[in-house]
């Protein structure tokens, strides 16, 4: 939200006097799954960028015209023979730089190659030069996928023909360096959830029998293609395992990509289903090509676009016609989350004034992650509006928390409801204050 906002910090007051004889009461019509909706921190991802390239900015565009909020940048490979440069790194920090003002945040995960990994000695001397900098622009992260370890940074050496880790002391070692050098709220993922449980000193011949939760999260980079996601899970239990996951992403940030047709849980109706299931936040839009096809041909694309992640709606919102200038007034309102995920990540909520062009914004107690995949809620809120006279527009505005992309209306959140949206606000009607 731009133009100048004041945020006031004011107390959310009892309401005095009798009930308002005179309501307003707003009932949008919900945005159809057919229309994009793009939102922050959700959605199909794309993968056309290299950290390391100093003329990413072409590519930065594509991605972001093409209506995604979040990049994996697949290109970036580690060199595991030597140290980064200085250029490299500067090129780096400037690649962050253009991502944030192309409203993008980052899947991050760093690897060596297709073929295994480096020297461990490599590895640490890379942690070192890269985590400060991760650590810098951790509001641009998304999710920082463990990596490092194996082929492809998914931690096993499955066929793998250069030097190679996939042994537990080693990934453990990673996992005390990441969660100790990155910031507590950025949740690190792993593919194997048996490293996890092993890594929090539980066994792992079975499944926890609930959540664990913490900072410790999940991807899958080969979801649905096997009983056991081509060895995601144990072979001994993987239906356990997986129900373990899945209950496990209900808070933590989850996603990845298919990497083959396993019909009949590859199937569109039955892929959303485990979707639903599986509280499924982000997902390659670029892989597994005959998996995305036969969704495309079966309708089924269109609703993964919709529902991956949160998409909250607007059902009703209700405030008088009329309040005293600076007067605590109530407002109603009612939500409906129809995604496959719950928001995973807090962010502050306001009600926004809108007086002559001039925004003036209050705190609600208002938190999005307590709606769940397919619930309605609804709040009474009791707001003191700012000292203004006359007839002001009451929108909601769902900013990211970080500071420096708080004014950006790229990282708000857009209510997948008929309101306006501009400069971030969903817009609701008219309040008389006098």
């Known amino acids: 939200m731009r133009r100048g906002v004041a945020l006031l910090i004011l107390a959310l007051l009892s309401a005095c006097g009798a009930e308002p004889s005179r309501w307003v009461t707003h009932t949008p019509a919900p945005l159809p799954l057919t229309e994009p909706l793009k939102n922050p921190e959700r959605g199909f991802y794309l993968t056309g960028f290299d950290l390391f390239d100093p003329e990413a900015d072409a590519a930065l565009d594509e991605i972001a015209a093409a209506g995604a909020t979040l990049v994996y940048p697949y290109g970036t490979w580690l060199p595991r023979d030597r140290a980064l440069t200085a250029a490299e790194l500067e090129t780096l920090k400037a690649n962050l730089y253009r991502l944030r003002n192309h409203g993008l945040k980052l899947i991050l995960r760093f690897r060596y190659g297709e073929d295994g990994d480096a020297d461990l000695a490599i590895i640490e001397r890379h942690l070192g030069q890269l985590l ?101 899970y144990p072979e001994q239990g993987a239906a356990a395992w997986r129900a373990f996951v899945y209950a496990e992403n209900d808070r933590l940030p989850y996603g990845g990509e298919t990497c083959a047709k396993n019909p009949p849980r590859t199937d569109g109706a039955q892929a959303l289903a485990e979707a639903a299931a599986a509280h499924l936040d982000y997902l390659n839009r670029e892989y597994h090509e005959g998996v995305l096809k036969a969704w495309k041909k079966d309708g089924a694309y269109d609703a993964f676009a919709a529902r991956l992640g949160y998409r909250i709606g607007l059902v009703r919102a209700r405030w008088p016609e009329e309040a005293p200038a600076g007067r605590a007034f109530v407002l109603e309102l009612t939500l409906k989350n129809t995604g496959f995920a719950r928001l995973k990540r807090k962010r502050p909520a306001y009600l926004v004034f809108d007086w002559c062009d001039e925004l003036q914004a209050v705190p609600l107690p208002l938190d999005l992650t307590e709606l769940g995949p397919g619930e309605t809620r609804s709040w009474r809120l009791e707001v003191t509006p700012p000292g203004l006279d006359g007839v002001v527009r009451l929108g909601l505005w769902f ?35 006098r």
């Open 132 to 232: 400060p900098v991760v650590r810098e622009n951790a509001d641009l992260v998304y999710v920082f996928q463990a990596g490092f370890l194996g082929r492809w940074g998914e931690w096993h050496c499955w066929r793998a023909t250069a030097i190679c880790h996939d042994d537990a002391e080693t990934k453990a070692w990673l996992l005390d360096q990441l969660l100790k050098e990155l910031p507590p709220e950025l949740p690190i993922a792993v593919r194997y959830p048996a490293a996890k449980v092993r890594y929090l000193g539980l066994p792992t011949d079975h499944p926890p029998k609930r959540p664990l939760f913490g900072r410790i999260a999940h991807h899958n980079d080969c979801w649905l293609a096997s009983e056991t996601d081509n060895g995601t």
């Open 399 to 433: 900013p990211d928390p970080s500071p420096r992309l708080k004014d950006d209306p790229r990282y708000a959140i857009r209510l997948a409801s008929r309101l306006d949206f501009v400069e971030g606000v969903n817009w609701l009607g008219d309040l008389e204050l």
